[in-house]
């Protein structure tokens, strides 16, 4: 009995075996073309990827560029178009291929094994296809979200940039003004320095006499000092000669009255007598001649010193004529100078 049972499931299985192996033969040609359409549209939707890909990275290293920005709008337009075109296709492809799936499985076809492995293989590569096309549908919706994005960025980047060229312009008509302001006061500062250069070489011509006057005042002072000292010094000699002088007649005095008091011969006393009054005259003589001396250096002395107390008079009368000038200067700076 399980013997005849055991030969009944090997000719079932066997029959079966021939039935899945006829199935297989009938629906290979089928089942390659299947793939052929799948493996080609696969291939145009992995190219489709990679220029959206391309195109995102295009984006992404062009994101501030906004003069690519319209020829990034162009060529995402086209990818779309092209994009939707494959979808399209490969959505009829799809229907295509099921509704054979559908007839074929409604005339009762005995699928074999691995063409049933095949065909859930192809289920499950369509299944994951449909969702590429579903990840590439949102890629494409941020794609064009961040597209919007860029072109609202790049209005409020072409209003800052109005904005901004408006300020520049704002700023450069302030800078002209200032810069024609400038050029105006540094004429006015040109010409006010010159005037003020005259003015001061004017003064400069009194200044220098002034300084040389002063100079040869003050060598004068000096050549007066060294003459006032000689003086002194000849006024010290004449006083000890004086002396000396005084002394020398004293003690010829004392000889004289020594003299008379010897009761020497009358002609020998004359005769000293003489001589001594003729030293004494000489010496006189001497002392009139060294007090004239004397005076005529104080006379230059005192001439010396009224000339430098003129020359001092004068040089505080330019230093104050100096003064109000270089006062007079400022004063007249300052109105001409900026606020």
């Given at each position: ?5 055991f ?15 006829d199935a297989a033969?009938?629906a ?6 299947c ?14 990827r990679?220029e959206?890909?391309?195109c995102l990275?295009a984006?992404?290293e062009?994101?501030d560029n906004?003069?690519?920005l319209?020829a ?17 296709e490969?959505?009829?492809?799809i229907?295509?291929?099921e509704?054979q ?5 409604s005339?009762g076809?005995?699928?074999?094994p ?8 192809l289920?499950?590569?369509?299944a994951?296809s ?11 919706s941020a ?6 994005e ?7 980047a072409?209003?800052?940039?109005a904005?901004l ?8 008509c302030?800078?002209r003004?200032?810069n024609?302001?400038?050029?105006r006061r540094l004429?006015?500062?040109d010409?006010?320095?010159a ?5 001061l070489?004017r ?7 002034l300084?040389w ?8 002072v000096q ?8 003086a ?5 000699a004449?006083?000890n ?14 000889r004289i009255?020594?003299?008379e008091?010897?009761?020497?011969p009358?002609q020998?006393?004359e005769?000293t ?16 001649e060294l007090?004239?001396q004397?005076?005529?250096r ?5 001439d010396?010193?009224?000339e430098?107390?003129?020359?001092q008079?004068?040089?505080s009368n330019?230093a104050?004529?100096?003064s109000?000038?270089?006062?007079h ?10 606020a």
């Open positions: 009995m399980l013997r005849r049972e030969l009944a499931t090997r000719r079932r299985a066997e029959d079966l075996d021939r039935q899945l192996t033969n009938a290979s040609p089928y089942a390659f073309f793939q052929h359409k799948y493996d080609v549209v696969h291939h145009m939707l992995e190219s489709t990679s959206l890909a391309e990275n984006l992404q062009c994101f906004s003069c690519e319209e990034c709008h162009l060529r995402y337009r086209d990818l779309k178009i092209r994009y939707n075109e494959a979808v399209s490969f959505q009829d492809r229907c295509t291929l509704a799936l559908a007839a074929a499985s005339f076809v005995i699928v074999p691995d063409t049933a492995r095949r065909i859930a293989d289920e499950s590569q369509l994951r449909q969702s590429d096309l579903q990840v590439a549908r949102n890629r494409h794609l064009a979200s961040k597209l919007r860029s072109a609202t960025s790049h209005k409020a072409q209003a800052d940039v904005r060229e408006a300020a520049i312009k704002r700023k450069n302030r800078l003004t200032l024609d302001n400038y050029e004429r006015i500062a010409t006010t320095i005037t003020h250069t005259a003015e070489g003064l400069q011509d009194p200044t220098s006499t300084d006057d002063l100079q040869k005042a003050s060598q004068r050549v007066a000092t060294s003459l006032r000292d000689q002194r010094a000849a006024h010290i004449t006083q000669r004086v002396s000396a002088a005084r002394d020398t007649i004293s003690r010829l005095e004392r009255n020594q003299v008091r010897s009761q020497k009358c020998d006393l005769s007598l003489t001589t001594l009054q003729q030293e004494r005259n000489a010496l006189e003589v001497q002392r009139d007090l004239g004397l005076g005529e104080f006379m230059d002395v005192t010396l010193r009224a430098r107390d003129q020359a008079e004068r040089l330019n104050f004529l100096l109000s000038a270089l006062s200067i400022r004063a007249r700076s300052e109105p001409d100078s900026p």
